[in-house]
Structure formats: C-alpha cells, structure tokens
C-alpha cells in the first residue's frame, strides 16, 4: 500500500468517522504521542483490527503503540489511498 492523499486529522478538524464509513480507498494512519511511531493501515485491517463500531476518538483513546505501549495518546489521520 503506497501512502496516499493526506484527507483529515479528525482531532485538528473536529471531523469523526467511524470504520464502517471507510472505502476500499481509505487508509487510517495511527500516530504515538510518546514515541512518534507511525503505523498506516488500510480499510479492510482497520475493521479487523478495530471493528466497524469504532469511531476515530475510540481508535485515539485506545489503541496501544507496539514501541513504547503507550495507551490513549494517538492522533489518527485520514488518508486516501491510490490503488495501482
């Protein structure tokens, strides 16, 4: 997956998706407060890494960085994605 389109940082745009609104198009980067690690997953990982249920607040409160192990201070950005 090459990285795509920067669309929106819901914190810095008081924007909200949830998974379920997600296309084939989209890719979700998560992003630690602490260590900076930066992990890019796209549509179909992020519902099942996360559940369609999940809202973009829910994947920054409660995702765990594999670096530090951090929890609940991510910022998660919007990207869209080209698939060639």
Request: positive net charge.
């Amino acid at each position: 997956m090459r990285h795509g389109n920067y669309v929106a940082e819901p914190k810095m745009h008081g924007v909200v998706f949830h998974v379920a609104d997600l296309r084939h198009w989209h890719a979700i980067e998560i992003r630690c407060g602490g260590c900076r690690k930066q992990v890019m997953i796209d549509a179909e990982a992020a519902v099942r890494r996360c559940g369609k249920d999940r809202s973009s607040t829910d994947i920054e409160a409660k995702a765990k960085c594999q670096r530090c192990g951090k929890v609940g201070d991510h910022t998660v950005r919007l990207y869209k994605v080209s698939r060639n």
